[in-house]
T-cell receptor, first 113, second 113 residues
Framework: AQSVSQHNHHVILSEAASLELGCNYSYGGTVNLFWYVQYPGQHLQLLLKYFSGDPLVKGIKGFEAEFIKSKFSFNLRKPSVQWSDTAEYFCAVSTGATNKLIFGTGTLLAVQP | KAGVTQTPRYLIKTRGQQVTLSCSPISGHRSVSWYQQTPGQGLQFLFEYFSETQRNKGNFPGRFSGRQFSNSRSEMNVSTLELGDSALYLC????????????FGPGTRLLVL
């Protein structure tokens, strides 16, 4: 069965620090990869997604992620975080021709001003 | 364009009762997926409906069921409620093709006493 692992459950950073959140998945076939974010009191919303092509994907609000097939990873990065990036971040995977999303457990990011 | 709406937003039920949750997708979206979010299990896929047919199903007992109407609105039903069914139930809509972005609603928070 497919699964998604997010190794950091809680991350605390100061403003302007760099961010990298880890995401690994287990599935041997073609995958579609997503990062979703849930700001306090708001809906889950898509940050970025990867299906094919350039493994470095840019999303909204300065976020990017790199797909490394050999490591089954899709880590999220941002060079300089802001207080407004405080949120919970979810990595998700779908496989093949399905819309079924398998989510990681989420990483709670707190950015201190 | 209006986003995904879910009603009711909050619900309190007692064990053994049944509950129906409603989801109205974004206009033009034909796929509706349901997810359960709990602190212990995270976000788990329940099922997906597309053009009034269940297209994918997660690993939940038969007490969890759903349906979709011709206007793409969807309902989810849980019968014989258990304490463990307390959760945030999210629905997400998309155009329906694989890899399409799924847009999430605010969720219905269900508390079973």
């Amino acid at each position: 069965a497919q699964s998604v692992s997010q190794h950091n459950h809680h991350v605390i950073l100061s403003e302007a620090a760099s961010l990298e959140l880890g995401c690994n998945y287990s599935y041997g076939g073609t995958v579609n990869l997503f990062w979703y974010v849930q700001y306090p009191g708001q809906h889950l919303q898509l940050l970025l997604k990867y299906f094919s092509g350039d493994p470095l994907v840019k999303g909204i609000k300065g976020f990017e992620a790199e797909f490394i097939k050999s490591k089954f990873s899709f880590n999220l990065r941002k060079p300089s975080v802001q207080w407004s990036d405080t949120a919970e971040y979810f990595c998700a995977v779908s496989t093949g021709a399905t819309n079924k999303l398998i989510f990681g457990t989420g990483t709670l990011l707190a950015v201190q001003p | 364009k209006a986003g995904v709406t879910q009603t009711p937003r909050y619900l309190i039920k007692t064990r053994g009762q049944q509950v129906t949750l409603s989801c109205s997708p974004i206009s033009g979206h034909r796929s509706v997926s349901w997810y359960q979010q709990t602190p212990g299990q995270g976000l788990q896929f329940l099922f997906e409906y597309f053009s009034e047919t269940q297209r994918n199903k997660g690993n939940f007992p038969g007490r969890f069921s759903g349906r979709q109407f011709s206007n793409s609105r969807s309902e989810m039903n849980v019968s014989t409620l258990e304490l463990g069914d307390s959760a945030l139930y999210l629905c997400a809509s998309s155009l329906g093709q694989p890899r399409e972005t799924q847009y999430f609603g605010p969720g219905t928070r269900l508390l079973v006493l």
